[in-house]
């Protein structure tokens, strides 16, 4: 996977914002809301018709969506953190509730509400997320807060020495 700068870039969930969707019970986006559209960087059209995966972040350990389907498949509600991809390649985490959505007793299709994470949150998601990929995916994530002069500093290595921000901070890193 080709990581670049835009991966380590966040974009918040506004505190008095929903992000409401709904799926065809395969999972395909029947229905966005505006608020999804603007936090995953895709416009409502380009949402409709596509699996929900569309922002399946690769950092989600593979377990978490097992678990959401096997939730949903005994008619139960499922809630947990996400991190989700944007369509820029940056991301946003939420707080989801997802479940069934009824007619005449037969589920028809699933809905989710997702709401933002605090920070501490977050960070506690990124670090149980971490360790449930090594242990269940022999998988590593490294992630890290970098003060905005560092990340100037990055920049101004990467310009001068013609490199993406990945291989400058290899670079340094390696030195």
């Known amino acids: 996977m080709n990581i670049g700068f835009d991966s380590f870039v966040e974009t918040k969930v506004p505190e008095n914002e929903l ?6 019970l395969r999972g395909n986006i029947t229905y966005a809301n505006e608020t999804f559209a603007n936090i ?13 995966n569309i922002v399946r972040h690769p950092n989600m350990p593979k377990s978490i969506f097992k678990d959401i389907w096997k939730s ?6 499922w809630e947990g953190a996400i991190k989700n991809l944007r369509k820029d390649g940056g991301y946003y985490w939420v707080w989801a509730e997802i479940s ?12 989710s509400m997702r709401s933002p994470l605090k920070d501490e949150q977050k960070i506690f998601y990124e670090r149980l997320y ?30 001068k020495h013609n490199l993406s921000l990945q291989d400058s901070l290899e670079a340094l890193l390696l030195k």
């Not at 992000?19 to 065809?24: A, L, N, P, V």
């Not at 949903?72 to 509600?77: A, N």
Request: hydrophobic share 35%; no cysteine; aromatic share 8%.
């Open 100 to 111: 069934a959505v009824k007619k005449d007793g037969k589920v028809v299709e699933y809905k």
């Open 130 to 159: 971490a360790k449930k990929m090594l242990t269940e995916e022999n998988r590593v994530f490294i992630s890290s807060y970098i003060s905005q002069e560092a990340l100037e500093v990055l920049k101004r290595y990467s310009k």
């Open 19 to 24: 992000i409401i969707s709904r799926t065809d």
């Open 72 to 77: 949903l498949g005994m008619d139960k509600k």
């Open 40 to 52: 995953s960087g895709y416009e409502v059209n380009e949402l409709l018709g596509k699996p929900h």
